[in-house]
T-cell receptor, first 113, second 115 residues
Framework: AQSVTQLDSQVPVFEEAPVELRCNYSSSVSVYLFWYVQYPNQGLQLLLKYLSGSTLVESINGFEAEFNKSQTSFHLRKPSVHISDTAEYFCAVTSVGYSTLTFGKGTMLLVSP | NAGVMQNPRHLVRRRGQEARLRCSPMKGHSHVYWYRQLPEEGLKFMVYLQKENIIDESGMPKERFSAEFPKEGPSILRIQQVVRGDSAAYFC?????????????FGPGTRLTVL
């Protein structure tokens, strides 16, 4: 069985501050990890994913996440956030042999001026 | 290349009525997944379909819910005799292959409100 824990339901930050959104997973097999972003009243968009290789993965808009197998974590970071980053962020996991994603409950990132 | 399409975007039903949610996958994608998002919850997997086949329905309630993905036309999620607890956002995703490494592309969702 797989599970994902996002410890923070809401993270308020000021514009241009750094942010870290935490994600821990549980799985008995090798995993593939994803971060999705959901803007208000929209569907989910893939932000970045870890499949294999380098444990640090980056998105085109400045986010990065690091796969840490020993900590079973895949935290999302950005060194300087913008107002437009305000959205809900979901961490998800799947594995070889699984066809579907298991999601965390999401973290609402609130960026204020 | 159009993305995943879902309609309607908003659906209001009274208790006891039927709800039909439609999903057209991205062009070239033959794998469709349905997820439900309840308030304050993450997305929960419901059912995974390939053309004309249900591959995994382990997340689907045993009663009142059904899904299909016919050879022609969109995938349909059908909820019979809706109850207030069915109020949620229902998202469809599609992928080109069955591989776990394939990205699932999500539609904008259908927000179902049961009065």
């Amino acid at each position: 069985a797989q599970s994902v824990t996002q410890l923070d339901s809401q993270v308020p930050v000021f514009e241009e501050a750094p942010v870290e959104l935490r994600c821990n997973y549980s799985s008995s097999v090798s995993v593939y990890l994803f971060w999705y972003v959901q803007y208000p009243n929209q569907g989910l968009q893939l932000l970045l994913k870890y499949l294999s290789g380098s444990t640090l993965v980056e998105s085109i808009n400045g986010f990065e996440a690091e796969f840490n197998k020993s900590q079973t974590s895949f935290h999302l970071r950005k060194p300087s956030v913008h107002i437009s980053d305000t959205a809900e962020y979901f961490c998800a996991v799947t594995s070889v042999g699984y066809s579907t994603l298991t999601f965390g409950k999401g973290t609402m990132l609130l960026v204020s001026p | 290349n159009a993305g995943v399409m879902q309609n309607p975007r908003h659906l209001v039903r009274r208790r006891g009525q039927e709800a039909r949610l439609r999903c057209s996958p991205m062009k070239g994608h033959s794998h469709v997944y349905w997820y439900r998002q309840l308030p304050e919850e993450g997305l929960k997997f419901m059912v995974y379909l390939q053309k004309e086949n249900i591959i995994d329905e382990s997340g689907m309630p045993k009663e009142r819910f059904s899904a299909e993905f016919p050879k022609e036309g969109p995938s349909i999620l059908r909820i019979q005799q809706v109850v207030r607890g069915d109020s949620a956002a229902y998202f469809c995703a599609s992928s080109p292959q069955r591989e776990a490494t394939d990205t699932q592309y999500f539609g904008p969702g259908t927000r179902l409100t049961v009065l």
